[in-house]
């Protein structure tokens, strides 16, 4: 028989490893069930996976676009780089080529976000804290949408909350650099505007300033060096470097002034924003009213400035809210101690946080900030079960599989359908991909070259009139399949 006294001295005991312990099984039974298609698989995740293949089977870290033949500009296709794209390829080769094998080691990653999280966010606010702040996260509808893909920004969130302990808890800013250069090589288009953010909360802090700068670029430097030896084959021609610099400075291929108006003219229509405009401004508010002069300051000086310069990068985007992903995860995380301090600052006053009641419960400050926590966790989870656009899609994977299933071993060239061609077997594969910014990459559909065997495109391909001719000339329509036609030569 459970004796229940001893059940409850348990509990007590451990109930931070039992929170931990729950969330890390709640997200693997909520993810278990579409692992591969809810998220769909889509295109970053696609460059990321077929990296980490052609890395494995070939060392280099670029897109396959006919065979033994590469893109030759990995340094602007990869949106997500080898921090997860080399650990992938590790993980491929003890375990094999799958995209469930991907997700799975995603998964994996998301349990140590979780863990480290909590790590850091016990010495920096409390364990009380950073339980709230992980109930908050786990809650959170992007952390699924995002976390479950082979993208960069969870590991790189990862690399950036061990750079952000080494600054702030230990004091090392070598080691503080080291990790941040690795989070920006992980998903350089979000983790690049950590350094200024760095830079700027360091500058607010005044004390050894350029000492501490030096440090964290002598860290930064090794993750640097190390990408230069992967990704560049040809790493001291300025050609090169002009090409990153320009994609870098319009890496969307349209007008930034236009987005930026459009974007700041629906700024009232999406709830992502509004949401987390409001808990930004509590961010605010409790770093204004933080009585700790310490830690926590200078890392929600870093929260703040982050927000500010991701919130301008989204604004010259096409709209795209992933570009402000990390600035959520970094409000969530802090906001548990902004309302804390809050509360703390009507405490000091005699407010009602500190003497008021409810049906005979005294409201502290601490139960008022477990009592906001909760009411924000309900209506994320809400959301996340009923309204958040967490798309499902199993086409990509079905038309692979098809392909791989009838024609094994066939020459295929495939159309602009990336998500389908990494999933392909066949070694004799010719592909066209497009990537934002950058012009069409790959081989087209000629009459003389080549001629593959099967010619794969979504419904909606807009052939050109050459490849119409070619089409009409020598293949037949052999199947359509999860929307995706398929073409036999005669």
């Known amino acids: 028989m459970i004796n229940s006294a001893k059940l409850i001295e348990f509990l007590k005991k451990n109930y931070i490893g039992l929170f931990l312990i729950g969330l890390i099984f709640f997200i693997v039974i909520f993810s278990a069930a579409t692992l591969t298609t809810k998220p769909r698989f889509w295109v970053d995740e696609a460059f990321t996976v077929e990296l980490a293949h052609n890395f494995l089977k070939f060392g280099e870290l670029d897109v396959r676009v006919g065979p033994d033949q590469f893109s030759g500009i990995p340094y602007l296709i990869q949106s997500t780089g080898y921090p997860l794209t080399v650990s992938l390829a590790a993980v491929f080769s003890f375990f094999g080529f799958d995209l469930a094998i991907a997700r799975i080691f995603m998964l994996a990653l998301m349990a140590v976000f979780l863990i480290a999280l909590f790590l850091f966010g016990k010495k920096l606010f409390g364990a009380g804290n950073a339980i709230l702040s992980l109930l908050l996260i786990a809650t959170f509808s992007s952390f699924y949408a995002s976390g479950r893909t082979a993208v960069g920004e969870i590991p790189g969130f990862i690399l950036l909350i061990a750079g952000i302990y080494f600054w702030l808890i230990k004091d090392k800013y070598f080691w503080s650099g080291l990790f941040l250069g690795l989070a920006v090589a992980a998903k350089p288009s979000v983790f690049l505007l950590a350094l200024p953010a760095m830079i700027l909360a360091l500058l607010v802090e005044r004390q050894d300033f350029l000492k501490r700068i030096l440090k964290i670029g002598l860290g ?6 190390v990408w230069i030896l992967l990704v560049l084959e040809h790493p001291f021609l300025k050609t090169v470097w002009m090409e990153i610099v320009n994609f870098y400075k319009n890496p969307y291929g349209g007008a930034t002034a236009s987005n930026i108006i459009n974007n700041l003219a629906n700024f009232f229509q999406s709830t992502t924003l509004i949401y987390f405009g409001i808990l930004f401004l509590v961010v605010i508010l409790g770093r204004y009213w933080s009585s700790e002069e310490g830690r926590r300051r200078p890392f929600y000086n870093f929260v703040i400035f982050y927000g500010i310069i991701a919130f301008a990068y989204y604004l010259r985007s096409p709209g795209w809210l992933r570009y402000i992903l990390i600035a959520e995860f970094l409000i969530l995380f802090a906001l548990p101690q902004a309302l804390t301090d809050i509360f703390s600052r009507f405490s000091a ?48 994977i079905k038309a692979a599989s098809f ?69 009409d000339n020598k293949y037949d329509i052999f199947n359509n399949k999860a929307g995706y036609e398929i073409y036999i030569l005669r």
């Not at 502290?364 to 924000?376: D, R």
């Not at 497009?434 to 790959?442: P, W, Y």
Request: charged letters at 20%; aromatic letters at 8%; proline letters at 2%.
């Open 220 to 225: 930064v430097l090794p993750a640097i060096i």
């Open 349 to 396: 006053k005699g407010g009602s946080a500190s003497g008021g009641k409810v049906s005979g419960i005294k409201m502290t400050g601490g139960k008022l900030t477990i009592i906001a926590v909760l009411l924000l966790a309900i209506i994320q989870i809400t959301n996340l079960f009923t309204g958040a656009q967490i798309y499902y899609s199993d086409s990509a």
């Open 403 to 471: 392909i791989n299933k009838e024609f094994p071993g066939k020459s295929v060239w495939i159309a602009d359908s990336f998500e389908a061609s990494v999933l392909l077997e066949t070694d004799k594969k010719y592909q066209t991909v497009k990537v934002t910014g950058i012009a069409l990459i790959g081989n087209e559909l000629v009459l003389d070259n080549y001629s593959p065997e099967v010619v794969v495109s979504l419904n909606n391909k807009d052939f050109t009139q050459s490849e119409k001719v070619i089409l």
